[in-house]
């Protein structure tokens, strides 16, 4: 028998209940951790001190192992992406508001951010050019996510899923069966638009399960006289939020982070990640913008769910099933 335990966003389980106050404060170590590092919404955090030094000169400082090694998935995923997945995107995101204590509804920005270089990461030693903004809320969580699932491991010997904010990685003996875990939209039932929210339900014996979501997660931008809804995923080529094709993309890879990475390449690629995917074999699932689902690799066909949403799915693309 499972036991689940909840942390604020992120959700755990263990297949040892013996071991759930040692999952919980493995689990709360680390958030804290990277919370500290690399969370730009806080003032206080590593991250936001960077960017706020690099606004106007450039910046060579030696940062803390958890935040080296948090930025160098960063940049690793910006190369496997060739730059579609990068962490140089604070300064569109803030520009649209998404940072902290934005109003509700923000006005257009009048110019786009400016695309500036890839930081320079050699082991802990960290130079930035002068106007960097970096943004690593696209890597942070599926990387807490994977460090939590094998540290409990490490210290337990204990199956585990960990669940940050929609981001599941999973390690250890799994339940009979595999963990089974929903995946949507992050909706509650649905749209805005009033489209049902497509639902499906896989199991997983490990690696990682990803959604990136273009409607979960929006802000309005007044564009004249209309309020608009903008999406959080940027297209590091226009500096602007990515078009909508995808209402989401799920993805299932060896690791969290690496399935948060190709789920946020398709995004960001739209119509062409569908024939990429199948090129690759990857394992996926696309919830194109008209409801239509596309299945990759080896996703199951059969896991789509006819029946609607439970009311506790709300806040996350994914919830491991009790």
């Known amino acids: 028998m499972t ?14 209940p013996a071991h759930a106050d040692s999952a919980r404060r ?3 170590r680390v958030l804290d951790a990277v ?7 806080q003032p206080a955090s590593e991250i936001a001190r960077l960017n706020a030094d690099a606004a106007d000169s450039p910046l060579q400082r ?4 958890i935040l080296a090694s948090i930025l160098h998935a960063a940049i690793a995923a910006h190369h496997r992406t060739e730059g579609l997945v990068t962490p140089t995107v604070g300064g569109a995101l803030t520009a649209l508001g998404f940072g902290p204590d934005q109003p509700e509804t923000l006005a257009a920005p009048g110019r786009r951010a400016a695309r500036v270089p890839l930081p320079h990461l050699h082991r802990q030693d960290l130079a930035m050019v002068a106007g960097t903004a970096l943004d690593l809320g696209a890597i942070a969580g599926p990387w807490a996510a994977d460090t939590i699932a094998r540290q409990i491991v490490a210290a337990t010997g204990s199956g585990v899923l960990v669940g940050v904010d929609g981001n599941v990685a999973v390690a250890g003996p799994a339940p009979r069966g595999g963990w089974q875990v929903l995946v949507g939209d992050g909706m509650d039932g649905a749209d805005p638009a009033g489209h049902p929210q497509p639902l499906a339900r896989v199991a997983l014996t490990g690696g990682g399960l990803a959604t990136s979501s273009t409607i979960a997660r929006n802000r309005q931008v007044q564009r004249g006289p209309r309020v608009t809804d903008v999406c959080d995923i940027i297209d590091p080529r226009m500096g602007a939020p990515v078009g909508r094709f995808f209402r989401t993309v799920s993805v299932t ?16 690629a739209g119509r062409p990640a569908i024939s990429r995917l199948r090129r690759w074999g990857q394992t996926a699932r696309l919830v194109q913008w008209d ?16 029946t609607p949403a439970p009311a506790h ?9 009790a």
Do not use: F, M
């Open 35 to 41: 919370s500290a590092a690399a969370d730009r919404h």
């Open 253 to 268: 890879a060896p690791s969290c982070v690496a399935a948060n990475t190709i789920s946020l390449q398709a995004v960001v």
């Open 26 to 28: 493995i689990a709360g």
């Open 62 to 65: 030696r940062i803390s192992p």
């Open 313 to 321: 799915l709300h806040t996350h693309e994914l919830k491991e099933l």
């Open 291 to 306: 409801g239509s689902i596309v299945h990759t690799g080896r996703w199951p066909a059969d896991s789509e769910l006819s």
């Open 3 to 16: 036991e689940h335990i909840q942390i604020g966003n992120t959700a755990l389980a263990v297949t040892d």
